[in-house]
């Protein structure tokens, strides 16, 4: 493994809950031991059918159990995921941060969130504030970010991280290729292997006194401007096929429905 290095210190991005020692939030030179598998999916989607059964069959089992109200919003949200816009998370040190863009980025319409170091978060990591956010999207997490980034690399991403000390302004930044959107520890921002890696580094320019935001904002401003221009870049909402569209939609469903395993015959979902 390379060796960590120290990184250099960046103005303060503060969190959204009282900010802990300076030490704490400095965790992402965690140990290789302690950093777990270099990749894991930490929470996926059930999108392929049980075996015997198709997508549009999942779907007619399911929808039934649910108000129609209910079976068009799911129908509506799985039209306009993205999966040429994702998020990445580098050694977040507040499980409440971290928890704060899982759900913003769920509300853009993001499908794949990454987390790289997952291992520099205290515990327990802060479900509440996503709202479950977790449960409509996937989950991935990396132990190093050379790994996560040749994997991004390797599906056409453009790796574009946020950084204090970047020239380039967040609107300069072209999205008219799939973008990764990296985002750093609390305080230390990205690391410098991060700096070396990305493909371009940005900073959210701003107008006011305030020097920097708080990484949840910072974060939101990102992902909603990013958004907007993958909407033009992709001349639609989804960059998704109409039979992913449905397959994410049954996945949903299984999501939905409290006893789909049992109506489906697989268990607990």
């Known amino acids: 493994m390379p060796k960590r290095t120290k990184q250099p210190a960046v103005p303060t991005m503060e969190g959204t809950a009282p900010p802990p020692s300076r030490a704490a939030m400095r965790k992402v030179n965690v140990p290789a031991a302690e950093r777990g598998p270099r990749y894991r999916l930490a929470s996926g989607l059930p999108e392929e059918p049980p075996a015997g059964m198709s997508v549009e069959e999942v779907i007619a089992l399911l929808e039934p159990h649910l108000r129609p109200e209910r079976c068009a919003r799911l129908a509506g949200v799985a039209a306009q995921r993205m999966e040429s816009l994702t998020v990445v998370l580098e050694g977040l040190y507040d499980p409440g941060n971290r928890s704060a863009v899982y759900r913003t980025a769920e509300s853009f319409g993001v499908l794949d969130l990454h987390v ?5 978060a205290k515990k327990p990591h802060a479900r509440a ?3 479950g956010a977790e449960k409509w999207t996937r989950i991935h997490e990396w132990a190093w970010p050379e790994d996560a980034v040749r994997s991004l690399r ?3 991403f453009l790796v574009a991280a946020s ?4 020239e380039v302004a967040l609107h300069e930044v072209s999205f008219e290729q799939p973008v990764a959107l990296v985002f750093g520890n609390e305080h230390d921002g990205i690391t410098e292997e991060m700096r070396e890696l990305a493909d371009v580094r940005f900073v959210v320019p701003m107008r006011g006194f305030t020097e920097s935001l708080n990484i949840s904002t910072a974060a939101a401003v990102c992902i909603a401007h990013a958004r907007a221009a993958r909407e033009r870049a992709l001349g639609a909402l989804t960059d998704l096929d109409m039979q992913q569209v449905r397959r994410l939609h049954a996945a949903y469903l299984r999501r939905a429905v409290r006893a789909s395993g049992d109506i489906l015959g697989v268990g607990p979902q």
């Open 154 to 156: 390797a599906r056409g």
């Open 116 to 120: 790289v170091n997952p291992a520099a």
């Open 163 to 166: 950084d204090l000390q970047a």
């Open 129 to 131: 504030v996503s709202r």
